[in-house]
């Protein structure tokens, strides 16, 4: 038993290093979009005409400020529009978005209760972008979060994007806002790794990874897919579950937007609770993944850091140093070049300090994600 518990820890762990070695691989394959200009070029065809949708609950502190980002694009101000989706909010986000849209017309506020019964659905989030789709007038559908906080070129590198590559989903980079504090910093390079994943494996067209906080589709493949229709049962995923479609669907034609003015930012959890539930929340749709790959690629990270726990119950703690050592090595020369693109270099120095943290937070939040409910956004969800 003691050898075999050994050679298990050993086996996951060279499963585990090849693995980040292949993520290294594809984000080093990786090459910055070639935009034509930082200003508003002379459009050789019509400018892409989106419709930048977010869904919004209880965000009176943080609406404004992220309309705002959008209303000060580098794009031409009759090509765009902004719609707000109120999620039975208890605050002053609808006011907020009402006082915004008398000065400029072409941002709308839709209500949820307008449509729907709290009690009568499960997923807000997917029944949100499904409704404001259906009134948008655009030809692409932009989301990003009501926490956000975009760039001045966004909306242009998304149309000199799609006009170049002539995809139907698009993901892009996105990143904590910065802050003091041993949380945000923790925070930080656990989404550093997050979003390196996603980069490398979209990029490389291995996983349907993304984050509704920086997405587009065209609203033509979202409809032709039949948006979340099967999938709309499941509170989150709202992100992954159509990318996963489109590929199937349409041919493969997906994205990523590799470049640092594409970096939408937004912000980090408050406190380690609300860090915990947003984790459980991520990793409560693991099961429900078409795409396999994923799974199989979240079931070797799960059981690789559980084995972690087993080996120090059991007392085996030079075999326990020893994947830590492992663990810490490649994950670090994976994360280098992600942090260099996010300009985040100097929080690698502090990366082993949080593997103990680290471990136990993907135990809990994996284990819980699966047969607990919890609380997001001041609602209890299964």
Same mark, same amino acid.
């Given at each position: 038993m003691?050898?075999?518990?050994?050679?298990?820890?050993a086996?996951?762990?060279?499963?585990y290093?090849?693995?980040?070695?292949?993520?290294?691989?594809?984000?080093?394959?990786?090459?910055?979009?070639?935009?034509?200009?930082?200003?508003?070029?002379?459009?050789?065809?019509?400018?892409?005409?989106?419709?930048?949708?977010?869904?919004?609950?209880?965000?009176?502190?943080?609406?404004?400020?992220?309309?705002?980002?959008i209303?000060?694009?580098?794009?031409?101000?009759?090509?765009?529009?902004?719609?707000v989706?109120d999620?039975?909010?208890?605050d002053?986000?609808?006011?907020?978005?009402n006082?915004?849209?008398?000065?400029?017309?072409?941002?709308h506020?839709?209500?949820?209760?307008?449509?729907?019964?709290?009690?009568?659905?499960?997923?807000?989030?997917?029944?949100?972008?499904?409704?404001?789709?259906m009134?948008?007038?655009?030809?692409?559908?932009?989301?990003?979060?009501?926490?956000?906080?975009?760039?001045?070129?966004?909306?242009?590198?998304?149309?000199?994007?799609?006009?170049?590559?002539?995809?139907?989903f698009?993901?892009?980079?996105?990143?904590?806002?910065?802050?003091?504090?041993?949380? !945000?910093?923790?925070q /930080?390079?656990?989404? +550093?790794?997050?979003?390196?994943? &996603?980069?490398?494996?979209?990029? =490389?067209? #291995?996983?349907?990874?993304?984050?509704?906080?920086?997405?587009?589709?065209?609203?033509?493949?979202?409809?032709a897919?039949?948006?979340?229709?099967?999938?709309?049962?499941?509170?989150?995923?709202?992100?992954?579950?159509?990318?996963?479609?489109?590929?199937?669907?349409?041919?493969?034609?997906i994205?990523?937007?590799?470049?640092?003015?594409?970096?939408?930012?937004?912000k980090?959890?408050?406190?380690w609770?609300?860090?915990?539930?947003q984790?459980?929340r991520?990793?409560?749709?693991?099961?429900?993944?078409?795409?396999?790959?994923?799974?199989?690629?979240?079931?070797?990270?799960?059981?690789? !850091?559980?084995?972690? /726990?087993?080996?120090? +119950?059991?007392?085996?703690?030079? &075999?326990?140093?020893?994947?830590? =050592?492992? #663990?810490?090595?490649?994950?670090v020369?994976?994360?280098?070049?992600?942090?260099?693109f996010?300009?985040l270099?100097?929080?690698?120095?502090?990366f082993v300090?949080?593997?103990?943290?680290?471990?136990?937070?993907?135990?809990?939040?994996?284990?819980?994600?699966?047969?607990?409910?919890?609380?997001?956004?001041?609602?209890?969800?299964?």
């Amino acid at each position: 038993m003691h050898y075999l518990l050994d050679w298990i820890a050993a086996i996951l762990t060279i499963l585990y290093a090849l693995l980040l070695m292949a993520y290294h691989y594809w984000f080093g394959r990786l090459h910055y979009f070639k935009k034509i200009s930082n200003l508003v070029p002379e459009f050789a065809n019509q400018p892409t005409y989106f419709s930048v949708v977010i869904p919004a609950r209880n965000e009176s502190a943080s609406i404004k400020i992220c309309v705002d980002s959008i209303l000060a694009q580098n794009y031409p101000i009759d090509f765009f529009e902004i719609i707000v989706i109120d999620d039975f909010s208890e605050d002053d986000t609808a006011s907020i978005v009402n006082k915004i849209h008398e000065q400029y017309p072409h941002v709308h506020l839709l209500s949820m209760a307008d449509y729907f019964k709290p009690n009568d659905i499960s997923s807000y989030k997917k029944k949100a972008i499904e409704k404001a789709v259906m009134h948008a007038k655009g030809n692409w559908i932009v989301t990003t979060d009501a926490d956000c906080i975009v760039p001045p070129n966004w909306l242009l590198l998304f149309h000199q994007y799609i006009e170049q590559q002539k995809p139907v989903f698009v993901a892009a980079p996105v990143m904590f806002i910065k802050e003091t504090g041993i949380l !945000n910093q923790f925070q /930080l390079l656990d989404f +550093l790794a997050l979003q390196g994943i &996603t980069a490398a494996a979209v990029g =490389a067209g #291995k996983h349907s990874m993304s984050n509704g906080a920086n997405l587009a589709f065209e609203k033509s493949a979202f409809i032709a897919v039949g948006g979340y229709q099967g999938v709309d049962h499941i509170a989150s995923g709202d992100d992954m579950f159509l990318m996963h479609k489109m590929k199937m669907t349409l041919s493969n034609r997906i994205g990523y937007l590799f470049h640092p003015d594409a970096i939408v930012l937004t912000k980090a959890m408050h406190d380690w609770k609300s860090f915990l539930m947003q984790r459980i929340r991520w990793s409560s749709k693991a099961r429900f993944y078409d795409d396999r790959s994923i799974f199989w690629v979240l079931l070797l990270v799960y059981l690789f !850091n559980f084995s972690f /726990l087993v080996l120090l +119950l059991m007392g085996h703690f030079g &075999t326990l140093l020893i994947a830590l =050592a492992f #663990k810490t090595f490649f994950e670090v020369f994976f994360l280098d070049p992600v942090a260099q693109f996010y300009q985040l270099k100097s929080q690698l120095r502090y990366f082993v300090l949080y593997q103990p943290l680290h471990i136990a937070y993907t135990i809990l939040a994996g284990l819980f994600g699966q047969v607990k409910t919890y609380t997001w956004k001041g609602r209890r969800v299964k």
